[in-house]
């Protein structure tokens, strides 16, 4: 796509200035930007003649964004300006292809060496940077177990792995009645959730309720909101409590 | 595929087409070149683009045509092979060799490959031209894309935001 200037003149030492039309999104910057916003090539029409990456329209630029390497990689590019992160973010598509060609690497394994520790991590071992600056930049020790300011502050260190999805530990703790959920790269999303129902009642006795299962439920959206149901029988009856990311949302019976 | 200039595979010279840029300038090509093109290949095969015709390509200045063409006619004798499945180890690796060189070019000139790649729907070319922009953007931080790129310098509200989200998702960065 010509834009009517002539792209045979050597390009000059710097682009164009972009000042003015990257100043547009407002408010939290670790927020995407809503999808509204005018396209790409709209917001940087500039006054040259020079071909930049900028005068590609956003299908392009996507284009280009599919070869990158990881998601790393791709999380670095989107926040090079504004305009770019909003591309991103406007695309649900783009982000399903790009899913799709990079499947989330390998970061390591976690294990259950002692019955009063933390779970231990071992990296795997692979010589990838973005593997390594995510094992790095995570807390994969779990110490957010152990903040004493922390909901699960004075909790036993019993702490149990119970699934392991999309990121995402599910850690049980009977001792205490709590279930956490714990994404080593994003620790302000820690979760805590009381167990729901009385665990006391000592799991013998007829009549107390049996914890069958629990399971996350993500969407690929939306990988930093989740669901959790836990289904456990009690009475005869299945019964099943549904969390959000946030709190409960509803608790029902199924005979 | 011992004789790949010998064009579409008629006995005697190849059909050539002539293609016309923005700026006037006529290109004569072999139709199997051009056919690369998926928009052109329909037009060549309703006729078009033969004697003093010419197809007008207006989106498509003379600089980015002609190197447009130098790619089409190099990958136009593996292309006609349906692929090349048959092609030697030697032509595959003349052909990155070659693939490599010819992008290995000024940035503006780049982006208006990848654009007449797009409109002319040339699929080779264009991922061809994206995996090497992407290869320049990879293994960078936000700001030494911005320098590669010739971005400006950022706003001091466009760096606030660049610090932040470097702590929020510090995973992504070295």
């Known amino acids: ?255 | 595929m011992a004789a790949p200039e010998s064009g579409d595979g008629n006995n005697g010279a190849a059909r050539m087409v002539t293609l016309i840029s923005s700026d006037n300038t006529r290109f004569e090509v072999e139709a199997a070149a051009a056919s690369l093109s998926q928009t052109l290949q329909l037009t060549i095969l309703d006729g078009g683009g033969g004697g003093g015709d010419g197809i007008p390509l207006p989106n498509v200045d003379s600089a980015t045509l002609s190197k447009v063409l130098e790619y089409c006619i190099k990958h136009a004798p593996a292309a006609a092979n349906g692929g090349a499945p048959n092609a030697t180890a030697v032509d595959r690796a003349e052909l990155e060799r070659f693939d490599n060189e010819f992008v290995n070019i000024d940035q503006s000139v780049l982006y208006s490959l990848i654009m007449a790649a797009h409109n002319l729907e040339i699929e080779g070319l264009q991922s061809l031209v994206a995996k090497k922009v992407a290869d320049m953007i990879k293994g960078k931080s936000p700001m030494e894309i911005r320098r590669t790129l010739g971005f400006p310098d950022p706003t001091p509200e466009e760096q606030a935001e660049m610090n932040a989200h470097m702590l929020e998702y510090g995973w992504a960065y070295e």
């Open chain 1, 1 to 255: 796509m010509d834009r009517g200037g002539d792209p045979t003149l050597p390009p000059p030492a710097k682009s164009p200035k972009l000042s003015d039309t990257t100043t547009i999104a407002g408010g939290d910057p670790t927020l995407l930007p809503p999808a509204e916003f005018p396209k790409l090539s709209d917001t940087t029409a500039i006054e040259s003649d020079t071909t930049t990456i900028n005068s590609l329209g956003e299908d392009l630029l996507l284009a280009i964004f599919l070869h990158l390497h990881s998601l790393a990689t791709l999380t670095r590019a989107a926040f090079t300006c504004r305009a770019w992160r909003r591309a991103v973010a406007s695309s649900p598509a783009f982000r399903r292809r790009f899913r799709e060609l990079h499947r989330a690497p390998l970061l390591g394994l976690v294990a259950e060496p002692h019955r009063d520790a933390l779970p231990c991590f071992a990296p795997a071992p692979r010589r990838d940077r973005d593997v390594l600056a995510a094992i790095r930049g995570g807390d994969f020790s779990l110490t957010t177990l152990l903040d004493p300011d922390d909901w699960a502050g004075d909790a036993p260190l019993s702490w149990r792995i119970h699934d392991c999805k999309d990121g995402y530990l599910v850690l049980l703790n009977w001792d205490t009645g709590l279930l956490a959920t714990v994404n080593p790269l994003t620790l302000q999303f820690t979760e805590y959730i009381e167990m729901p129902f009385n665990r006391n009642t000592g799991s013998s006795k007829p009549g107390c309720p049996i914890s069958l299962d629990v399971h996350l439920i993500f969407s690929d959206e939306e990988p930093m909101s989740f669901r959790l149901v836990w289904l456990f029988h009690k009475d005869s009856e299945v019964q099943v409590a549904v969390f959000t990311s946030e709190q409960e949302i509803g608790s029902f019976t199924h005979g």
